[in-house]
Each structure stands twice: as structure tokens, then as C-alpha cells.
């Protein structure tokens, strides 16, 4: 299947600041969803997007569904320590369809 | 949220060896479910899609006799990984989709180690 574009690879930051990703394809997904995984472990649903131009939070996580269908990005607000880890978009065309996923945004947040 | 689990969760086995992985959800049924492959530090990868009552459909490249899947039931799809070699060393995850097909769960993942 087709890997989506996710920016940037990596980021190092402090406590405390805001961070931004995104994730880009070349073709359209009904559903957008961010995920972000644990060394060792399997991936944490974060947030779902269900509608081109949804904006939707999950406490200090924000995402959008671009209007276009192609797109999305994912805020974190006042990053905390435990906030580290990888975070994934991926690209759902249909219900009941496997996932595309992007390549992965690590993230490292120091006290 | 549904519960999805793997066992193991870590293997070592030899070269030409077989392992099996299984994938359960808990506390919902699941007609499909994902075989996903995930090599360090690199993204997830669809390797096959498994019905329930039927025969999986594996992505391009992966190949079906050498990655058997059986989805006898609507908890369980076991992954069985044939004549294992050194490359086929992986994180393996599966999810489970939910019955109305919107949400998919996935598993903490199996590490496979073959010597």
C-alpha cells in the first residue's frame, strides 16, 4: 500500500513548547488517524478524523482533517516528558480498510 | 477502549523453525483483522488481511506460504511464520477492526528473533 509523507522525521525540543507535524498523500483518505507508539509496544489510537476540515482535540493534542482529503496535521500543546515517543499518521480509504501509514515523526522532549 | 492481545510477545527461535503468533480481541468481535510488519525504527507495513471463515489476502510481496493465516473464529487469527530465517526478524502487530468497521485496535506486537 501506499506510505504516506509524515514531517518532520524527528524533533528535539523542550518541556513546555508547542510541537506540529504533518502527513501528506498523493491520493485521497476518507479517514485521517494519529497514532503514536511506545518502544516495544503497538501503536495508541490518538485521535480519529472523520470529515475534510474536522479540527478535533484530545486534551492537549489537536488535529485536523485537510479540507482537500489529502492532508493532516497534529498538534501537541505544552509538550511534557512523557509526551516522547513516535508518532504515526495514517490514511484510512474506507471503513473496514487496512491503514497506510506515514513514516513516523520521533519525538524527544527534555525536562 | 476494545482490547486487542498478542502472545508471545517476544520469540527466539532457530533458522528453519516455525512460530506461531496469535492475535485475540478480548472483549469484541472481530471479522478482520491486520497482519502488520514493522523493521526498526521504520513505519508500519500491511502484510496480509484476515476474514473470519476465509482465506487471507496478503499484500504484494509477502508470500502466502510462507506466512500461513488462519482466522478460525471471531477473536482469533494466528500468523504462522514457516521455515523461519534470520530475515525474517521483525516486530509483528496485528490489529482488529471493530464490528462496524470504523476503529481498529492493535496489539502490543510480537518480536520475532530468528538465529
Known amino acids: 500500500g501506499q506510505q504516506l509523507n509524515q514531517s518532520p522525521q524527528s524533533m528535539f525540543i523542550q518541556e513546555g513548547e508547542d510541537v506540529s507535524m504533518n502527513c501528506t498523500s498523493s491520493?485521497?483518505?476518507?479517514?485521517w488517524l494519529w497514532y503514536k507508539q511506545d518502544p516495544g509496544e503497538g501503536p495508541v489510537l490518538l485521535i480519529a478524523?472523520?470529515?475534510?476540515?474536522e479540527l478535533t482535540s484530545n486534551g492537549r493534542l489537536t488535529a485536523q482533517f485537510g479540507i482537500t482529503r489529502k492532508d493532516s496535521f497534529l498538534n501537541i500543546s505544552a509538550s511534557i516528558p512523557s509526551d516522547v515517543g513516535i508518532y504515526f499518521c495514517?490514511?484510512?480509504?474506507?471503513?473496514?480498510?487496512?491503514?497506510?501509514f506515514g513514516k513516523g515523526t520521533s519525538l524527544l522532549v527534555t525536562p | 477502549g476494545a482490547v486487542v492481545s498478542q502472545h508471545p510477545s517476544r520469540v527466539i527461535c532457530k533458522s528453519g523453525t516455525s512460530v506461531k503468533i496469535e492475535c485475540r480481541s478480548l472483549?469484541?468481535?472481530?471479522?478482520?483483522m491486520f497482519w502488520y510488519r514493522q523493521f526498526p525504527k521504520k513505519s508500519l507495513m500491511l502484510m496480509a488481511t484476515?476474514?473470519?471463515?476465509?482465506?487471507?489476502?496478503?499484500e504484494q510481496g509477502v508470500e502466502k506460504d510462507k506466512f500461513l493465516i488462519n482466522h478460525a473464529s471471531l477473536t482469533l487469527s494466528t500468523l504462522t511464520v514457516t521455515s523461519a530465517h534470520p530475515e525474517d526478524s521483525s516486530f509483528y502487530i496485528c490489529?482488529?477492526?471493530?464490528?462496524?468497521?470504523?476503529?481498529?485496535?492493535f496489539g502490543p506486537g510480537t518480536r520475532l528473533l530468528v538465529l
Open positions: 478524523l472523520y470529515k475534510a476540515g
Open positions: 472483549d469484541f468481535q472481530a471479522t478482520t
Open positions: 491520493s485521497i483518505f476518507n479517514t
Open positions: 484476515s476474514n473470519e471463515g476465509s482465506k487471507a489476502t496478503y
Open positions: 495514517a490514511g484510512q480509504r474506507n471503513s473496514g480498510y487496512a491503514l497506510n
Open positions: 490489529s482488529a477492526l471493530t464490528s462496524g468497521g470504523e476503529t481498529q485496535y
